[in-house]
């Protein structure tokens, strides 16, 4: 059975710092586009970041340069490390993959940046 769990949100200073990770089973991990996305209370599930099978990555204009994606196929894991967090960062954050066979979502993992 398809499956991913978020782990690494929680409350942080603005300017701090959080490390998500986003761990797989049940799917073709290494073949699969893997996203970020957030959602704040009132708005639209958005995409934050995202990492192809071959490590190209894109990203969210407000976050490029602050947040980094990045992948290990052998831990079925994908990260998000966000830098210089802003209260505007706050949000839900969902890790997705995205293969031909289907588009696979975690449970999300809430992430807060308040003083």
């Known amino acids: 059975q398809e499956q991913l769990v978020e782990s690494g949100g929680g409350l942080v200073q603005p300017g701090g710092s959080l490390r998500l990770s986003c761990t797989a089973s049940?799917?073709?991990?290494?073949?699969?586009?893997l996203n970020w996305f957030r959602q704040a209370p009132g708005n639209q599930r958005g995409l934050v970041a995202s990492?192809?099978?071959?490590?190209?990555?894109n990203y969210l204009a407000s976050v490029q340069g602050r947040f980094a994606i990045s992948r290990d196929n052998a831990q079925n894991t994908v990260y998000l490390q966000m830098n210089s967090l802003k209260p505007e960062d706050t949000a839900v954050y969902f890790c997705?993959?995205?293969?031909?066979?289907?588009?696979?979502w975690g449970q999300g993992t809430q992430v807060t940046v308040s003083s």
């Open positions: 997705n993959a995205f293969l031909p066979s289907g588009s696979y």
């Open positions: 990492i192809s099978a071959t490590g190209d990555t």
């Open positions: 049940g799917i073709r991990f290494s073949a699969a586009r």
